[in-house]
């Protein structure tokens, strides 16, 4: 079973697209700030991350490089997930380490192709 990292800070949207990942077969586990993120990619290893780039103590782009620069973390792949849907933030997150991109509100068919691709 592929196991999904969900670093997300809003409770509402976890809830949601936590709900919709279990239900296609996925098992979500969960992160509420970047630091969180970081400590689970090591402890936990999970084979993808989607990360929301808005996130308190550490934002979703600085947890991201710090998981890049991790030889034991370095290849989860990293999907961002932001409400930000300009050209130029899609290429700041690919800029910034992250794997794909995935705009808010989530297109859950979209997203299940991305986390396909990389598992």
């Known amino acids: 079973m592929t ?5 997300e800070d809003d409770e509402m949207n976890k809830d949601m697209l936590s709900r919709r990942l279990m239900k296609k077969g ?3 586990i969960f992160a509420l700030n970047g630091q969180e993120a970081i400590d689970m ?15 308190p103590i550490k934002s979703g782009l600085e947890a ?3 998981i ?15 409400a930000n849907a300009m050209a130029e933030h ?5 800029d910034g380490g992250f794997d794909e991109f995935e705009t808010k509100p989530v297109r859950l068919p979209s997203l299940i192709e991305k986390i396909e691709n990389f598992t």
């Not at 990619?41 to 996130?55: E, F, N, R």
């Not at 620069?69 to 997930?81: F, G, Q, R």
């Not at 899609?90 to 690919?94: F, H, K, N, S």
């Open 64 to 66: 991201t490089k710090e």
């Open 41 to 55: 990619a090591k402890s936990d290893s999970p084979d993808v991350i989607l990360m929301d780039m808005g996130l």
């Open 90 to 94: 899609r290429q700041e997150a690919l």
């Open 26 to 28: 996925y098992e979500v």
């Open 68 to 82: 890049k620069e991790n030889p034991d973390t370095v290849n989860i792949p990293i999907i961002a997930l932001t």
């Open 3 to 7: 196991t999904i990292l969900l670093v």
